[in-house]
């Protein structure tokens, strides 16, 4: 029986229920291992990974996946770390482009950190990979590895070190609205003036596919609320509505408490009013919806549906001392 990338997925095999073995060559046993790593987890694909080391013993593939599945599935374990750092280094040896593996080992650290905050193990800190993926800068000065090294220093907090980084991605071919967006939010960190980060994320949204991604979307929100903090609230609208359509509508209750207070600000009502009714449909137990849509009603001189609004608010929240003070300021207003 001859066994392909694609066996793991033959309905055949897997009737039988006996263990199929690594695909001969290593091209194909590593499209197997990239196929089959999201539907295997623990012991199984454990136990895959030593026989892909034990086959091939010469691939780094096999020892950065076992280290990167050892730290990142228990990182409470300090006697994971020492296998995995023996792993990365068994890597290093037998790669033909070491800088690879230096730049897998550096980023396998600095998952490490963000998920454990608080980290100064010996060899597992950020300094450590700095320090590692310097070695691979050294080999090749690639803008993926000055990313990774952008991150890292973004982590430790050294946002200027950061900004320059990314920055120098920015001027490659390959920059991109990611690139631009980390040099955005570094310069943020730096307390940059508004009209500063905007340039930046102009840049980054002018990168953008035709059709964006989730995480692509989110580059709109942020620079709305650049705008907004700017008083520039059409604008804001403006990208808030993109965010809106590359969502393909599928946002939430904040979206549209953001969203309506930008329309309120642009002098746009009846937008916001929408937009705090749908909020409080996908989230009636926020008392502050309710605040902010009879607050629209009252500007609007529509009082009865004020009064009504804010005494919904108060029986949400009994003890919400603004919801009172307009519900008497609507009550001035009905004589």
């Known amino acids: 029986q001859s066994i392909s990338a694609l066996a793991f997925n033959d309905l055949s095999l897997k009737k039988i229920g006996i263990k199929k073995a690594l695909p001969d060559t290593e091209e194909e046993a590593l499209v197997f291992l990239f196929m089959i790593s999201s539907q295997i987890k623990g012991e199984e694909y454990?136990?895959?990974?030593?026989?892909?080391?034990?086959?091939?013993?010469?691939?780094?593939?096999?020892?950065?996946?076992?280290?990167?599945?050892?730290?990142?599935?228990?990182?409470?374990?300090?006697?994971?770390?020492?296998?995995?750092?023996?792993?990365?280094?068994?890597a290093i040896n037998v790669s033909e482009d070491k800088e690879e593996s230096y730049y897998s080992y550096a980023k396998l650290i600095y998952n490490y950190n963000v998920l454990k905050?608080?980290?100064?193990?010996?060899?597992?800190?950020?300094?450590?990979?700095?320090?590692?993926?310097?070695?691979?800068?050294?080999?090749?000065?690639?803008?993926?590895?000055?990313?990774?090294?952008?991150?890292?220093?973004?982590?430790?907090?050294?946002?200027?070190?950061?900004?320059?980084?990314?920055?120098?991605?920015?001027?490659?071919?390959?920059?991109?609205?990611?690139?631009?967006?980390?040099?955005?939010?570094?310069?943020?960190?730096?307390?940059?003036?508004?009209?500063?980060?905007?340039?930046?994320?102009?840049?980054?949204i002018s990168h953008l596919p035709e059709r964006v991604t989730e995480t692509e979307a989110a580059y709109y929100l942020e620079r709305a609320h650049v705008y907004s903090s700017m008083n520039e609230h059409r604008k804001a609208l403006l990208d808030y509505d993109s965010f809106y359509e590359a969502m393909s509508g599928n946002v939430n209750d904040v979206f549209y408490y953001l969203r309506g207070q930008t329309a309120r600000d642009s002098r746009l009502y009846q937008k916001a009013l929408n937009d705090f009714t749908e909020a409080i449909m996908a989230n009636p137990k926020e008392v502050v919806y309710h605040i902010e849509l009879g607050a629209t009603n009252l500007r609007l001189g529509r009082n009865d549906e004020a009064e009504k609004n804010f005494k919904d608010a108060i029986e949400i929240a009994s003890v919400y001392g603004e919801a009172y003070r307009l519900l008497g300021v609507t009550q001035i207003q009905q004589k």
């Open 46 to 90: 454990f136990s895959l990974l030593n026989d892909f080391i034990a086959k091939f013993p010469k691939h780094p593939e096999g020892y950065i996946r076992r280290a990167n599945y050892s730290v990142l599935q228990n990182i409470e374990n300090e006697d994971n770390l020492k296998k995995a750092k023996e792993d990365m280094q068994q």
């Open 117 to 204: 905050a608080e980290n100064n193990t010996e060899g597992w800190t950020l300094s450590d990979a700095i320090n590692i993926i310097d070695k691979a800068i050294s080999i090749n000065r690639l803008p993926i590895y000055l990313q990774l090294k952008g991150d890292i220093y973004f982590a430790e907090a050294k946002y200027q070190e950061a900004f320059d980084l990314y920055q120098e991605i920015n001027k490659t071919d390959m920059a991109s609205s990611a690139t631009f967006f980390s040099a955005a939010k570094a310069k943020e960190m730096l307390n940059a003036k508004p009209e500063e980060i905007i340039v930046l994320l102009d840049s980054c």
